[in-house]
């Protein structure tokens, strides 16, 4: 099979290679993808670049990306036949493993699969799994949200995006958030109880008001405040989130841009706060089984829906992975695997 891979980790132009790999075979409970788009995440860019807590791959080489999707060719034993000829989108490919998605084809454990509507295009369902699992992490590892306040920092980011509409489908009430005045439309289209920038101006365009969002949550929640923080930007964010959180509720962070954030002790311990650190490579797999039918199900419905800002060719592996480094157009990154 065509492949991508690195066998030492560093910029991307100097160490992924192109070439002939053999077929991986399904071992016990695993299946196996014949691949069409495989979806590049930050943590796969991160995972080459050694970049701070990612651990050093245990294998001489690594096939990267943990998303895909294509048609299961071949299962091995204890899974179904039925799985034959179907649609799939799948997670974790290279979560722990070898044999990642940037390639013809990709094994998989069975739980770590979902089946692609025939409304759901193979493009979107490459972008589906890490943004999606570790939102409904996120949204639904402290229990349900019907009736409950939902607060979503970055709701137009890849995890956010999925985690405002998976909380809003939920029966949750949602507040997004984003950095830019210009994206409050783009966010109000994804179907959000209120759309807010908390550092610039209000819906009204009355100016700057940094505390837009605790204002909404409280207006919305009759002064009570918000069950649930998603963070993206936990060091950046948290002294906001403590003023945002009602008593009880829980900040789920799966991000900070410095390693080290500092948190606001007391203000979150008067609330008897928690604070939730989502590492998706060790979510317990129940919570993924879990995730696997909503996130389907948001996708068939055409409620999760993402954005696409290139899709390159395997031999363009380093330029893709260049452009997740260095963003200029909003949206993920594909690559298309060869017939």
């Excluded at 030492?8 to 014949?34: D, M, S």
């Excluded at 419905?301 to 157009?329: D, G, K, M």
Aim: net charge neutral.
């Amino acid at each position: 099979m065509r492949a991508a891979w690195y066998e030492n980790r560093g910029p991307a132009r100097k160490v992924f290679q192109v070439g002939e790999l053999p077929t991986p075979e399904p071992g016990p409970g695993e299946l196996r993808i014949r691949l069409a788009f495989s979806g590049i995440n930050p943590g796969d860019v991160k995972k080459r670049q050694a970049w701070l807590g990612a651990a050093a791959p245990a294998f001489p080489r690594t096939v990267p990306h943990s998303d895909g999707a294509g048609v299961v060719d071949a299962v091995g034993d204890g899974v179904s036949a039925a799985w034959l000829g179907r649609r799939a989108w799948c997670s974790y490919a290279q979560s722990y493993r070898p044999y990642g998605t940037a390639a013809q084809y990709t094994v998989v454990p069975e739980g770590c699969v979902g089946v692609l509507p025939d409304s759901v295009s193979v493009e979107q369902g490459a972008c589906l799994g890490i943004p999606g699992i570790t939102a409904h992490r996120a949204v639904f590892a402290d229990g349900p949200v019907a009736g409950r306040t939902v607060v979503v920092a970055g709701a137009l980011g890849s995890v956010g995006r999925a985690a405002a509409v998976l909380a809003r489908r939920g029966g949750a009430q949602v507040i997004g958030t984003v950095s830019r005045p210009v994206q409050l439309a783009a966010l109000r289209e994804l179907g959000v109880d209120r759309a807010v920038c908390p550092g610039g101006p209000t819906e009204s365009g009355e100016g700057p008001d940094g505390s837009e969002a605790v204002d909404a949550v409280l207006a919305l929640t009759g002064g009570r405040g918000a069950d649930r923080v998603i963070e993206v930007a936990l060091d950046a964010n948290a002294a906001l989130d403590a003023r945002l959180l009602a008593p009880g509720g829980t900040i789920a962070a799966y991000a900070t841009r410095e390693p080290a954030p500092a948190l606001p002790f007391w203000p979150l311990a008067f609330k008897n706060a928690t604070v939730r650190l989502l590492g998706y490579d060790d979510f317990p797999r129940e919570a993924v089984r879990l995730a696997l039918p909503d996130i389907t199900a948001a996708a068939a419905a055409s409620a999760l829906r993402y954005p696409v800002a290139a899709v390159h060719p395997l031999e363009a592996v380093a330029e893709a992975h260049e452009a997740v480094e260095h963003p200029t157009t909003p949206g993920r990154v594909l690559l298309a695997l060869p017939d």
